[in-house]
Structures are given as structure tokens and as C-alpha cells.
């Protein structure tokens, strides 16, 4: 098995909320990422998936260091990227890239697509002498399918898809190990995210890259991600390969995010199994207590309101395609589907009876 390049423990970040404007008073906090854990391994691509508000940006965010976690460890090679500052923490940023979800945004208007590719050179100097640069950034436009010959061009004479692959070339340009992806082609047109992806695939194999994926669309995910991890509400309650995922998901978020799947054929569509939850994802800032899925979860129990799950292998699963982490404590539990409209009766004794 390959060995892991970058190790998250216990991962947390809280976003104080404040009253009062000469005198501020910290009331409470928004809890964007409250204790995730994961590593991610040489080469390969690991999925984040879940809704909006799920704390998936966040975590990408933290991962390179844009913010500065609450608690937690975040490990490169071994050495925790959250404790260094200065020369150290840039020579570390020169191996973890990102790829942000905006092309519109994340391209500096003002400036040409060559100063904007060889911006990281000006950085880290030694990566590429000065009188090199110019070739180096025409060679990555041709890396990601762009005309060299559009080096002096600027962002608004390209479309999204085309900004994108600027965006994938700027985080090229240092060679780095690992790129964090984030959600990058929820804002562009279905042809072109398939061209996208493909490229991101084409290129891990080529340059030998390791990628964080983050998106909410399953379908992509599915076809570029080796594992998949399942975020909801600040923490990450179901993790495993993508066929452990897509094939036999434990969790009872997973399974409904999984029905929500577009499915192309029509015959196939009327007779699978709809899960359709009720309520709304609760506050971060006042998440419920226990197991944060329960107020919406079928199968809550009182046990579910007093007790957090732990992200593990479920007992009932000691081997097989079902045997990865999932923080459900009735996980093995057969799935009730609920129809249409309506939500099924929970398994076992309703919460507070």
C-alpha cells in the first residue's frame, strides 16, 4: 500500500461569533470543521462530497494553510504543516497546490496569463531561473491544452472552462505533489467539467500527483476518486473506497445523498428505491448533540441524541465490501426506504421514548 503523504487528525476550526461594537463579546462559534480525520497516499485521488455548507471548503483551505486550524494536526511527510510559520511553511506550500471554484474570481483581471501562470516563479526564484520563466509558462499552457500563443492574453478573453485550465497550470507551475481541488468544475457547463476532469486525470498520470477532491456532484467523484470520504455538518461520517461507497454505503446520509443520483435510464429510474429526508440541515453554530445526522435520520434512536459515533468499521462488518469506517451506531441496520412524500418509521423506539 502506498504510503501516506498527508495525515489529518482530529481537524477543527470554529469561526467566533461576536456582539457589541466597542466592547465584543464572544457568544458562540460556528462550527465549519469539528473533528475530521484522513490521509490521503501517494498517487492517489480522495473525494469530498457532501452539501453545501458541509465544511468541504474549509477543509481545503486549511489543508494549505489559507487558515489556521482551531485544533487539530495536519502532517506532511510526517511533519505537522500547522505549527510552521516563514521559510518553513512557504517551502511546505511549494508541495501542497490548490485549484479554487471559481475561475472568474480567482484570476487576477489585471493580470496576463503569463504573469498570472509565472507569479508562483517570482515566489520561489529557484524553481525557474528568470530568463527560463517565459518558455516554462508556455509550456504548461500546452500541458493543459491552451495555445502557448496566448501568453499575453488576460482572463476575460477566455472562457470558464478555458480560465480553469489557466487555474490548473498556475498550480502546476512548482511541481507539486499534491493539489487541492476545490469543487473545481461546479461552476462550468457539463461538457466542459468531463474536460476538465479528464485533463485532471491525464494529468496525475503524467506528472505522479495526489489530489483532494472536493465537489457535490457524486457522479464526478465516482469517476476520479480512488477513495471517498462523506462530509456533513463538520465531520466526516462515512469514508472508504469508491466502490465501498457507491456500492454498499453504511450510513444513512450516504445512502440518501446516493438516491438523489441522476439516473440516465428511464426503466432503471422507476424502480429504484427513493430516500427522501425531511427538515433542514441543522445550524453549525448549534448542531445537535450526539450523532448530528439524528434530527433527520429514520433510524434515530435515544442512544443517537447522547452518544457522538465514532467514524469505525462497523462490528457487524468485520470483513467484506461493507467492512470501512462509517459513524453510525446502527450502521448494519437493514435500510428502511421511505416513499415518496413520506418519511419511514424509525428503527426501533423513536428518540426521547
Not at 457532501?50 to 468541504?56: I, L, R, T, W, Y
Not at 465501498?244 to 424502480?271: C, E, K, M, W
Not at 465514532?310 to 469506517?325: D, K
Request: hydrophobic letters at 40%.
Amino acid at each position: 500500500m502506498p504510503e501516506s503523504l498527508l495525515v489529518v487528525k482530529d481537524l477543527v476550526k470554529y469561526y467566533p461569533l461576536t456582539r457589541g461594537v466597542v466592547f465584543r463579546k464572544q457568544i458562540g462559534a460556528v462550527k465549519a470543521v469539528d473533528g475530521v480525520s484522513f490521509d490521503l497516499r501517494a498517487g492517489e485521488t480522495l473525494g469530498i462530497v457532501g452539501e453545501s455548507g458541509c465544511g468541504k471548503s474549509t477543509v481545503a483551505k486549511l489543508l494549505v494553510n489559507l487558515e489556521r486550524p482551531t485544533a487539530g494536526a495536519i502532517s506532511y511527510k510526517g511533519e505537522d504543516i500547522t505549527k510552521l510559520s516563514g521559510r518553513a511553511l512557504k517551502a511546505v506550500r511549494r508541495n501542497i497546490q490548490m485549484v479554487f471554484q471559481d475561475p472568474y474570481t480567482s484570476l487576477n483581471p489585471r493580470m496576463t496569463v503569463g504573469d498570472i501562470i509565472g507569479e508562483p516563479y517570482e515566489i520561489h526564484p529557484e524553481v525557474a531561473p528568470k530568463g527560463d520563466r517565459r518558455r516554462k509558462v508556455q509550456e504548461l499552457l500546452d500541458v493543459v491544452g491552451l495555445n502557448p500563443e496566448y501568453i499575453n492574453r488576460y482572463p476575460h478573453q477566455f472562457s470558464g472552462g478555458q480560465r480553469q485550465r489557466i487555474g490548473i497550470a498556475r498550480g502546476l507551475a512548482l511541481q507539486p505533489e499534491i493539489i487541492v481541488a476545490d469543487e473545481p468544475v461546479s461552476a462550468l457547463d457539463v461538457s466542459v467539467q468531463a474536460q476538465v476532469v479528464n485533463l485532471l486525470d491525464r494529468l496525475q498520470s503524467e506528472f505522479d500527483l495526489s489530489y483532494v477532491f472536493i465537489a457535490h456532484d457524486l457522479s464526478i467523484v465516482r469517476h476520479i476518486s480512488d477513495r471517498v470520504g462523506v462530509m456533513y455538518l463538520g465531520r466526516i461520517v462515512e469514508i472508504g473506497s469508491d466502490a465501498q461507497i457507491y456500492n454498499h454505503p453504511t450510513h444513512p446520509y450516504t445512502q440518501a445523498l446516493l438516491s438523489a443520483v441522476p439516473v440516465p435510464d428511464p426503466g432503471a429510474r422507476a424502480h429504484r428505491e427513493r430516500i427522501i429526508l425531511t427538515g433542514d440541515v441543522p445550524s453549525p453554530a448549534n448542531p445537535p448533540s450526539g450523532c448530528r445526522f439524528r434530527t433527520r435520520c429514520w433510524k434515530a434512536r435515544e442512544r443517537c441524541a447522547v452518544e457522538v459515533p465514532l467514524l469505525a468499521v462497523p462490528e457487524a462488518f468485520p470483513t467484506g465490501p461493507a467492512a470501512h469506517p462509517s459513524a453510525c451506531h446502527f450502521a448494519a441496520e437493514k435500510q428502511v426506504v421511505p416513499q415518496a412524500g413520506e418519511r419511514p418509521p424509525p428503527a426501533g423506539p423513536p428518540v426521547g421514548e
